[in-house]
């Protein structure tokens, strides 16, 4: 009997280390995907705003609007990653 507990013990074991791995393998994919993908659009953004007027460029830079968008666009960020991991944890169950 306690033979029988072992190996029934031991499947599930496996499999579920196998799930958390593949899940966490996924996770990690996928955030330096929408990393990637983020830092992109950054970094466009950026670019399209200093091709503003000098006076424009430093009102803004007054204002902090460059500190601001990366704000956003860091909170994009951890928002999509938050839900292609759930997607992907999701997944690897």
Do not use: H
């Amino acid at each position: 009997m306690p033979a029988i507990l072992v190996v029934i013990l031991s499947s599930f074991l496996s499999s579920l280390v196998a799930k958390v791995l593949l899940g966490a393998g996924l996770a990690v994919v996928t955030f330096y995907w929408v990393n990637d993908l983020v830092f992109a659009a950054q970094e466009q953004m950026q670019g399209l705003l200093y091709n503003l007027p000098s006076d424009v460029v430093g009102l803004l830079g007054i204002l902090k609007i460059p500190q601001a968008l990366s704000v956003v666009m860091s909170g994009i960020g951890t928002a999509t990653f938050i839900r292609t991991a759930k997607v992907a944890i999701g997944k690897a169950s």
